[in-house]
Structures are given as C-alpha cells and as structure tokens.
C-alpha cells in the first residue's frame, strides 16, 4: 500500500529556533499534500494546502510566513516553523493524495510530535 | 457551529457488545464522507468510506443520511483492539479537502 513518512518524527528545540519537518511519499508521486496540526483532545484543523510547483493555499488564521511550505517535488513536501514558540508545540501531520482520487487516496504520514521549550 | 460535531465520549463498553457513533456535518455541499480511525499518538487511519445507501465491512456498519446531514457508525462484536477514537470527516465535492470531527474515543474494556 501507499506509504507517507514524515521526518523527524520527534523533535524538541528552544523557543526562537527554526524547525523544518519533511513529508515523503514513498511509492507514489502526489500532487497534492496537506498539512495539518492537531492539538490534545483536539481534532485535525488543516493548515494549508501544498501543490507541487506552486504556492501553498493556507487556511484562514494560518499564518504563512510563520509557516513556511515547499513542495519542490512530486514526492516531498516541508514544512518549516519559524521562530518556534511554546504554543507551536503540537502534533503536526502531513497527507498526500494521488493524483485523480478521492478522499480514500488520501494518505497520512506517522506525524511529527513538535516540543518548544 | 463546528462544521463536524461529534460526541467526545469516552464510551466504555464490554468486550463484545454493539456500540454506535453519531456524527453531523453543518455543509450541506458536503459529497464525501469517511470514517477514520486514530489510536493515541498516532496518525488517523481510513477505516471506512460511507455510502449513501449504507455499507458493512466486517464488524462495521456505516450509515448515512444527506437530508438530515447525519452520519453514523455501528461497531458490532466490539474487540479489545477497537479501543482508539474515531473520526467522522466530510470532503466537500471538487477538491481533496478533508474536515474532521473532534473523534469519539471508544474504551472496549474485559
């Protein structure tokens, strides 16, 4: 089946760095990926929208100069968190979707468990 | 209003009895619909598509009704390992956007 990793799959760093999480899609090529960041107890809110080659669509509220997406290729998407603070620490998780299917295409990445001190 | 309401629960349930979720969408434009399952610190996983005429995989039983923008899940026989939350997401037609529910965690206890 599809497979989408993420890297790192954990991470801890001081408030004020820059953090960078990678999106793969392993034995597809995606046109499309989604990020998205999910707090405790809390459901999946989408963050922004990548498609290859072009800029990210990001959701209302999502700023995008803090977070920084690139979709160089049809097989990787990153996500960079500028200047990380306490309330950026989350449960962040990219998707990647076949190109030409529906919702069942959509495939999830491990997740990347994002700690700021 | 959220655009995908679900009950929280916790539902604690004994192994092997029938447990069922409700889920409502606010988007009446709203085309497709699915189940995921999320085990605790992990990524959601598709669980099961939801058709209009209702659809069995197995144990499970997927429900849905457009005139009142209800969805429901019906888990029978339910198993140890069923224990997770379970996420009702909608995808409006014509774009791979997913919105989800807050998920309803299930506990199958001995």
């Known amino acids: 089946g599809a497979v989408v990793s993420q890297h790192p799959s954990r991470v801890i760093c001081k408030s004020g760095t820059s953090v960078k999480i990678e999106c793969r899609s392993l034995?597809?090529?995606?046109?499309?990926m989604f990020w998205y960041r999910q707090f405790p107890k809390q459901s999946l809110m989408l963050m922004a929208t990548?498609?290859?080659?072009?800029?990210?669509?990001?959701e209302q509220g999502v700023e995008k100069d803090k977070f920084l997406i690139n979709h160089a290729s049809l097989t990787l998407s990153t996500l960079t968190v500028t200047s990380a603070h306490p309330e950026d620490s989350s449960f962040y998780i990219c998707?990647?979707?076949?190109?030409?299917?529906?919702?069942?295409?959509?495939?999830f990445g491990p997740g990347t468990r994002l700690l700021v001190l | 209003r959220k655009e995908v309401e679900q009950d929280p629960g916790p539902f604690n349930v004994p192994e092997g009895a029938t447990v069922a979720f409700n889920c409502t969408y606010s988007?009446?434009?709203?085309?497709?619909f699915f189940w995921y399952r999320q085990d605790c610190r992990k990524e959601p996983k598709l669980l099961m598509s939801?058709?209009?005429s209702g659809n069995e995989d197995g144990r499970f039983t997927a429900q849905l009704n457009r005139a009142s923008q209800y969805i429901s899940l019906l888990i029978r026989d339910s198993k140890l390992s069923d224990s997770a939350t379970y996420l009702c997401?909608?995808?409006?037609?014509?774009?791979?956007?997913?919105?989800f529910g807050t998920g309803t965690q299930l506990k199958v206890e001995l």
């Open positions: 990548s498609n290859e080659g072009s800029k990210a669509t990001y």
């Open positions: 939801v058709y209009s």
């Open positions: 997401v909608v995808k409006e037609g014509g774009g791979n956007k997913l919105t």
């Open positions: 988007n009446s434009a709203s085309q497709s």
């Open positions: 998707s990647a979707s076949r190109f030409g299917t529906s919702g069942e295409g959509q495939y």
């Open positions: 034995d597809f090529q995606a046109t499309t």
